[in-house]
């Protein structure tokens, strides 16, 4: 191959894993669920995305302010920070500044879903270019990023979660070490943007790209020794994290940072062959409760190119002289400092995401209590079982770096098999997903409307009483509520968010609850009860409707 031949391959490269990652989305999705005005997915579905997409209508409605990102509207508290519903921020403020031309129904999370399945694929394939600058391995080899069942199972729910491409862009500056840059400060700063990047999308990708990252620093410091750039790497991405998560009103309020759940939401060590009940050939096994989140399973064909990569490893090693375990033992001493960073990084993320309560099915092997204060720093991450994408994509990376070890054609016909086996693997699952995505959705309407125009006549706010420790599992109810809300300008006292402060936001419940009881409740405000045994009696000007399964009260003008 031509220098020019070389060339326009690794140009093509890119776009070919993201058209292919683009096609795969909507082979699962549909095109429905892309399109703007399409909010009855969001609806018919009321789980987290429904919180983001309502965060993102506050959010679009709340006057610019500084920080950027603060939105008004959702709770008694004041103003919280867009991150804090999920509604990613890096869309959020790219789509507010578009608002005055925007539709007033609008929703960006499907284009979300398919921007975030090219680059998924599209960086994939850069991420084999590293292995094997072959146009057909990249491209091929991208399907299995692009097909990743935690990226699709994550999509329409928890939608900022699917950008994997953000720790692959992290394994290819890991790679690239060595690389010979124009500009000395290119990577520091390619680091850096992916930094910010993660804090604009999602705050679990932080400490994922860092995990990478600490690789990244080991080779450079100790193979390339070049000390000064991997401090300025680390320092650069962490300054420049810091202030855009200030930027975006990350540490506005009162929240708290810390949540219960660490141990809990955590990675079983059958989570790369549990399907979850996704997979077309292989049965769901059994997890301890909470452990969904941590939810690895690579597909049947990425299981099947890891066994023969195995057999390709232990073939070619049996190959030299001596033993298989010499030879290995040999190849790792030659590897020293890229065996100790691609250990460090696999291990460190995989303990994380399986933490201190180690279980196999449902049987706990290991739980090593820890003090409360150090289970309260960590559970700023409570959902540790998300980390265990980053060693699900070294696995799937080196399986594929050693079938390209085979001949031309005996790699491309393993690829293409496995390929294969994938797909096949995802045909029910994507079916389902197809059904429940694949056509535009009306909007339920739990609240009829000529019941909601009475209801909120001359209301500000809406008051949700009294509030309990365990208010968040009432989301259909705040859906329903925060949706009229945000078309009527109406705020609300409370809402379903990912950080809040319960005791502010409860004692403004107590403090209106105990107004009303005394008779000297809002004529503004539109009270909603979570039971009906907290439903004041015998108050005067006071009238309680019962709509559907909701219980709310109007005093009097």
């Not at 999370?109 to 599209?122: D, E, P, Q, S």
């Not at 072959?134 to 491209?139: D, P």
């Not at 500009?183 to 680091?191: D, E, G, K, V, Y």
Request: aromatic share 16%.
């Amino acid at each position: 191959m031509t220098e020019k031949q070389k060339t326009i391959t690794s140009r093509l490269i890119f776009p070919i894993g993201a058209v292919l990652g683009a096609l795969v989305f909507i082979w699962i999705f549909g095109t429905a669920i892309i399109s703007p005005s399409n909010t009855g997915w969001i609806f018919e579905h009321p789980d987290d995305t429904t919180q983001h997409h309502l965060g993102w209508v506050f959010y679009r409605h709340t006057p610019w302010t500084f920080p950027i990102c603060m939105t008004d509207g959702l709770t008694s508290d004041g103003a919280v920070s867009c991150m804090y519903t999920d509604s990613l921020p890096l869309f959020a403020i790219f789509f507010k500044l578009l608002s005055p031309i925007l539709p007033e129904t609008f929703q960006y999370f499907g284009i979300w879903g398919v921007v975030c399945f090219a680059l998924n694929g599209g960086f994939g394939a850069l991420l084999l270019s590293r292995i094997k600058n072959n146009i057909f391995f990249t491209s091929v080899g991208s399907l299995f990023y692009s097909m990743f069942f935690p990226s699709i199972a994550r999509i329409t729910h928890h939608n900022s979660l699917g950008a994997i491409w953000l720790i692959m862009i992290a394994m290819i500056l890991t790679l690239d070490h060595d690389r010979k840059y124009k500009r000395s400060f290119t990577p520091i700063a390619l680091w850096t943007l992916t930094c910010m990047a993660a804090t604009l999308i999602h705050i679990y990708f932080i400490p994922m790209v860092y995990f990478v990252m600490a690789g990244y620093i080991i080779l450079v410091y100790f193979r390339d020794k070049n000390r000064l750039k991997a401090i300025l790497t680390f320092v650069s991405s962490t300054v420049f994290s810091l202030l855009t998560l200030y930027v975006i009103g990350a540490f506005e309020g009162n929240s708290s940072y810390r949540d219960g759940g660490y141990g809990i939401y955590s990675s079983n060590l059958n989570t790369f062959f549990n399907s979850m009940g996704h997979s077309k050939y292989l049965r769901q096994l059994n997890t301890t409760q909470g452990q969904g989140e941590g939810y690895g399973y690579l597909g049947l064909g990425m299981l099947v190119c890891c066994f023969l990569a195995i057999i390709i490893a232990i073939t070619r090693l049996e190959r030299k002289n001596g033993s298989v375990i010499k030879n290995a033992a040999a190849y790792i001493k030659k590897h020293r400092v890229e065996a100790v960073a691609f250990t460090l990084v696999f291990m460190v993320s995989f303990m994380w995401a399986v933490t201190t309560t180690v279980a196999f099915n449902q049987k706990v092997i290991i739980n090593v209590p820890l003090p409360r204060v150090i289970i309260g720093g960590l559970s700023i991450f409570r959902a540790t079982g998300r980390f265990i994408w980053c060693p699900c994509l070294i696995v799937m990376t080196t399986a594929l770096w050693l079938v390209s070890k085979l001949d031309k054609k005996g790699a491309a016909a393993a690829l293409v098999i496995c390929a294969w086996l994938q797909y096949m693997d995802l045909r029910n699952y994507r079916y389902e997903l197809h059904e429940a995505y694949g056509t535009v959705k009306e909007i339920p309407e739990n609240i009829p409307s000529q019941d909601w125009e009475k209801l909120s006549e001359g209301v500000s706010e809406i008051v949700f009483l009294p509030l309990e420790p365990d208010y968040r599992t009432e989301m259909q109810l705040y859906f329903d509520l925060g949706r009229l809300a945000s078309e009527s300008d109406i705020k609300l006292s409370s809402f379903y968010l990912a950080r809040s402060d319960f005791y502010s936001i409860a004692k403004y419940a107590d403090d209106q609850y105990e107004m009303l009881t005394s008779g000297s409740g809002r004529t503004d405000a539109l009270y909603v009860f979570f039971k009906e045994e907290t439903v004041p009696e015998n108050l005067d000007n006071f009238e309680v409707y019962h709509v559907g399964d909701y219980i709310f009260g109007r005093v009097k003008k």
